[in-house]
């Protein structure tokens, strides 16, 4: 079953806007990771961000992560269009010693030119 | 230095078939994971390989068995497919039990 559940299932915007996601998840977690995938096809690994951090930055992504909420998001500014695509959150839990991801239902991004 | 790779690309078998998918990992990696995903869905944890021996199960049934080789690659088979078996499936190998996983660009499976 799926642990993430990403808000929204989709989002449309022009070029140049920035583009905020969410993600949820429901049981403890050692990380966070987001991913992208294009019309899909295999994953792209974007950023992780582990439990004891608050915010990350990767180029134009910044990630939060508030564990009290169990909720992370994904702002990607001056967007463009070729991130067009479905992003995933995937957390990797407390209770499992090898790394088992669990991912969100993702969210559709279109960025029209 | 090739990145994952997996084959075929797609498939199409019918209902009740059997099928194997294959995954060569990323090279130095030696753990492989197998990943189910639906249309419109994120991906499901099927399984996970390394040292030649299944780690860790997902809630996928028997029908749904694996192997590692010495080299570090990977096969997947499904047995007694149903259409409800049709998904991309991916694999994404890692260097031991480490964050990153990196992965591969899947096999199409369709079952009619």
């Known amino acids: 079953s799926q642990q993430g559940e990403e808000d929204p299932q989709a989002l449309s915007i022009q070029e140049g806007e920035n583009a905020t996601m969410n993600c949820s998840y429901k049981?403890?977690?050692?990380?966070l990771q987001w991913y992208r995938q294009n019309s899909g096809r295999g994953l792209v690994h974007l950023i992780l961000i582990r439990s004891n951090e608050r915010e990350k930055h990767s180029g134009r992504l910044r990630v939060t992560l508030d564990t009290s909420k169990k909720s992370s998001s994904l702002l990607i500014t001056a967007s463009r269009a070729a991130d067009t695509a479905s992003y995933f959150c995937a957390t990797d839990g407390l209770d499992t010693g090898f790394q088992k991801l669990v991912f969100g239902t993702g969210t559709r991004l279109l960025v029209s030119p | 230095d090739a990145g994952v790779t997996q084959s075929p690309t797609h498939l199409i078998k019918t209902r009740g078939q059997q099928v194997t998918l294959r995954c060569s990992p990323k090279s130095g990696h030696d753990t492989v994971s197998w990943y189910q995903q639906a249309l419109g869905q994120g991906p499901q944890f099927i399984f996970q390989y390394y040292e030649e021996e299944e780690r860790q199960r997902g809630n996928f049934p028997d029908r749904f068995s694996g192997h590692q080789f010495p080299n570090y690659s990977s096969e997947l088979n499904v047995n007694a497919l149903l259409l409800g078996d049709s998904a991309l499936y991916l694999c994404a190998s890692s260097l031991g039990p480490s964050f990153w996983q990196f992965f591969g660009p899947g096999t199409r499976l369709t079952v009619l």
């Open positions: 049981t403890s977690i050692n990380n």
